[in-house]
């Protein structure tokens, strides 16, 4: 038997060895493809569940943008109703006698169906006849059209929220106010039209008149407010620790301390904001100042983190020749660097004030729980705000809130897209420019 050769033998080596090369090469590529794939699922899951999401929402909070309207013939009887002080006149009754005279239905001595029948009505009903009276006092006398707003049930039933197959002792609707309503149906007086009121009234205790203009412009308010001192100090601060502050324990503790208050539950920022700004300072409850101090707080660690991470981003380079010729340190930082760090710093001033828009724990503990009707027009009266607003319609007892409250997170979402949009194209101008 001939012996193998050295060549021979080194040539059997190298080929295990480029098989060995071959297979571990193989093993990373697939790890790598799996790698891949795993990032594609997650994906697609962060997808799917923000699908199932906004598609939950929307389906609750879409019939909040139409409601259903009622037009009826009212004689505006002058043994009922006082010229002097129109406000004071029983319109709803009014109107719901004569809605049952004229289909030829009697009324008991305690006028039960009339209860009834003023039920489907909702309460707008008298302020929009005493306003026509107030305007017009030849009306009296006279039979006016009048197109009020259903009653939050009458719209839920229209809508197909109240199932006319539950039992009787189940819903807040009889079988006699459905057959009403299905009969006003038939005879074309009742419409169904895009909500207005939702976006053109505050808040009330009655949901078909509930609206959030009030809370939007509250929240507008407030985040003005926390631009206005939380972008300013959090740059400063940033540009500060970065590029002025000397390296010792002082700086070392303040680092420590701004990625620690980054952390603290935004319910700490409310207890503080409650003690500092109502309780010693004493400024006005619920009022816009008092949120956007709370939440200029509260934005400030996440905005300084952000800028100082935009500025050394910025390469040495840059400082370095500005430096060299001549410039002055405040001169570099201010001419060189922190253009150059403007999108991240705008990036920053996005996500904190985001932030700050969805918060609600703090503003629960300011006072923004309570009712606050109308809307505001200064920074220090009492307002709402809308992640607060939605927090009040998902705890009312009336189901018709429950689809306003939706319908208020879909506001919210526009409001913070429309936001954040904003400032995007900030900062692709800054991007362009510099």
């Known amino acids: 038997m001939t012996d193998a050769t050295p060549d021979q033998i080194a040539g059997g080596r190298d080929a295990d060895r480029l098989a060995r090369l071959r297979a571990g090469l193989k093993r990373r590529h697939a790890r790598e493809t799996r790698f891949k794939w795993y990032g594609r699922l997650a994906i697609g899951a962060a997808m799917v569940f923000l699908a199932i999401l906004l598609i939950r929402i929307v389906e609750q909070g879409h019939t909040a943008f139409y409601a259903h309207t009622v037009t009826i013939p009212v004689y505006m009887d002058p ?9 004071g006149s029983n319109f709803e009754q009014l109107a719901a006698e004569q809605e049952l005279a004229r289909w030829g239905i009697a009324d008991d001595a ?18 929009t006849a005493a306003a026509l009276v107030a305007k017009r006092s030849d009306v009296i006398g006279q039979t006016v059209p009048l197109a009020v707003p259903l009653s939050d049930d009458a719209d839920l039933f229209l809508k197909g929220e109240i199932s006319k197959a539950t ?14 309503l299905e009969r006003m149906k038939a005879e074309g007086v009742i419409g169904a039209h895009f909500n207005t009121t939702l976006f053109t009234k505050g808040d009330s205790t009655q949901p078909e008149m509930a609206g959030v203009l009030g809370a939007v412009v509250g929240s507008a308010l407030m985040l003005l407010v926390t631009a206005l001192i939380a972008i300013p100090l959090g740059v400063g601060a940033a540009i500060w620790l970065e590029e002025f502050a000397p390296k010792n324990r002082l700086t070392d503790i303040i680092e420590v301390n701004i990625n620690n208050l980054a952390a603290v539950p935004s319910i700490v920022y409310g207890l503080l904001g409650l003690a500092l700004f109502i309780n010693w300072m004493h400024l006005p409850r619920a009022s816009p100042i008092v949120g956007g101090l709370v939440l200029a707080l509260m934005a400030l660690p996440t905005l300084v983190i952000a800028t100082r991470s935009s500025l050394k981003a910025v ?37 904190s004030m985001a932030h700050a828009l969805g918060e609600t724990a703090p503003l629960l503990l300011i006072g923004m729980v309570s009712f606050v009707p109308g809307v505001p027009h200064a920074i220090d009266q009492p307002v709402g705000a809308l992640p607060s607003l939605i927090y009040i319609w998902e705890n009312a007892s009336e189901r018709a ?34």
């Open 315 to 351: 390469p040495p380079s840059i400082r370095e020749a500005a430096l060299a010729m001549g410039a002055s340190k405040t001169q570099t930082v201010f001419s060189h660097v922190l253009p150059l760090a403007m999108p991240g710093v705008m990036t920053g001033a996005i996500i």
């Open 110 to 127: 305690a006028g039960t169906k009339a209860a009834q029948m003023k039920r489907l009505f909702s309460s707008e009903l008298k302020f």
């Open 167 to 180: 039992p009787e002792d189940q819903r807040r609707l009889t079988d006699q106010q459905i057959a009403w």
């Open 401 to 434: 809130f429950h689809e306003r409250t939706a319908a208020a997170i879909i506001v919210l979402l526009v409001f913070m897209i429309v936001m954040n949009a904003a400032a995007i194209i900030l900062r692709r101008r800054f991007e362009r420019r510099w």
């Open 79 to 87: 043994a009922r109703i006082d010229r002097a002080y129109p406000q």
